[in-house]
C-alpha cells in the first residue's frame, strides 16, 4: 500500500479515535490499579497535571494572558475539570470496581449536561429514551456495590460524572483554544495540590521522597502524557476528522473495553448484573449521541450566560 497524503489524511480520523478509546479506558485502569501503590490520591493528582503542565510550558505565558479576556465564572467551571474531577473520580475508582469506573462517569455526563441545560432547552424524543435508558445502566450497574464503601464508591464516580458535565459545558462557551484549557487547568490543579499538601490536607509520598521511581514513571506516562496531553488532543482530532459521531463511538466503545479488560489485567470478572447495565448505558449513549440535531462540537456558539444561574 502506497502511503500518500490523502491516504494518511483518510487513516487519520480512525486512528485518532482508537487511540481515544485506549487512553478513556487506560485512564479508568490505571486509576484504579494505582489506588493500591505506594502513591497517595494527592501525587496521582500531582503527576496527572504537572506532566502537561511541564510540557506546556512555552504556552503558559501566553495562556495566562488570553485568560484576562475570559469571564471569572467560565475560568472557575473550567478548572472544576481539573483537580476538583480527578479527586472525587479517584476515591471512586478506589472503592469500587474498574468496570463500574469506566461506567458510570462517562455514561452520566450526558445525563446530568442535559439536566443542566433542560431549562433552556426542549429535549427531543429520542433523547428522552436513550436518558432513560442510561439511568435504568446506571442503576442496575450500581446494584452490583452492596457494601457501604462500594455505595459511597458509586455516589463518588457519580459526583465526578456531575463534575465533567459541568467541565463540558464550560468548554463549549469558553473562547480559550484547547491548549489554552489544558495549560490553565494543569496549572490550577498543580498549584491546588501543592497547596492541600502545605496545608496538611493530604499526604505526597513524592513530596516526602519516599515514592517508588518505577511508579512515578508509570504514573507520568499514563494518567500525565496520555491522559493529560494525548488523549485531550486525540479527541479533538477525532471529532475534526469523522465529525461529531465520533464522540458516540468512543464514549459508547471506552467503557465496554474497560470492562472487558478490567478481567484479564485487575482480576475483575465482568458479571451478569454489570454486563446488563453496561449493554443499556452503551446503547443509550449511541441513542443519544445519534438523536435530535447536536451541532459539532468546533461549531457550537460561545454562551456568554451564567452556566448554573439563569
Do not use: K, N
Not at 243 to 262: E, I, K, M
Request: proline share 5%; with cysteine.
Amino acid at each position: 500500500m502506497t502511503w500518500t497524503a490523502p491516504t494518511v489524511r483518510a487513516a487519520t480520523g480512525p486512528a485518532a479515535l482508537l487511540a481515544t478509546v485506549l487512553l478513556w479506558s487506560s485512564f479508568a485502569l490505571t486509576t484504579r490499579a494505582l489506588g493500591t501503590s505506594g502513591l497517595t490520591t494527592l501525587d496521582l493528582a500531582l503527576l496527572r497535571f504537572a506532566t502537561p503542565l511541564v510540557l506546556l510550558a512555552p504556552w503558559v505565558p501566553g495562556a495566562l494572558r488570553r485568560a484576562r479576556r475570559e469571564r471569572t465564572s467560565t475560568l472557575a467551571l473550567l478548572l472544576v475539570g481539573g483537580v476538583p474531577h480527578f479527586m472525587v473520580f479517584a476515591v471512586g475508582a478506589h472503592l469500587t470496581s474498574a468496570g463500574l469506573t469506566g461506567l458510570l462517569v462517562p455514561g452520566t455526563v450526558p445525563l446530568f449536561v442535559t439536566l443542566l441545560l433542560l431549562r433552556r432547552r426542549r429535549v427531543p424524543r429520542g433523547r428522552v429514551v436513550a436518558l432513560a435508558l442510561i439511568t435504568g445502566g446506571v442503576a442496575v450497574s450500581a446494584s452490583t456495590m452492596t457494601s457501604t464503601h462500594g455505595s459511597i464508591g458509586v455516589v463518588a464516580l457519580l459526583a465526578a460524572g456531575l463534575l465533567w458535565a459541568v467541565y463540558t459545558l464550560a468548554l463549549a462557551r469558553t473562547t480559550l483554544g484547547l491548549l489554552d484549557v489544558v495549560a490553565l487547568v494543569s496549572l490550577g490543579s498543580t498549584i491546588g495540590v501543592v497547596v492541600a499538601v502545605a496545608l496538611g490536607l493530604g499526604t505526597s509520598a513524592m513530596l516526602d521522597g519516599t515514592a517508588v521511581g518505577s511508579e512515578v514513571l508509570t504514573t507520568v506516562l499514563l494518567l500525565g502524557v496520555g491522559t493529560g496531553i494525548a488523549s485531550t488532543l486525540c479527541y479533538a482530532l477525532a471529532i475534526r476528522q469523522l465529525g461529531s459521531g465520533a464522540g458516540a463511538v468512543a464514549g459508547a466503545s471506552s467503557p465496554v473495553l474497560t470492562a472487558t479488560l478490567a478481567a484479564p489485567l485487575l482480576g475483575e470478572p465482568l458479571g451478569p448484573v454489570l454486563a446488563v447495565g453496561l449493554v443499556l448505558v452503551v446503547v443509550g449513549l449511541v441513542l443519544f449521541h445519534t438523536s435530535g440535531r447536536a451541532p459539532s462540537p468546533a461549531r457550537l456558539p460561545v454562551d456568554r450566560r451564567p452556566l448554573l444561574v439563569e
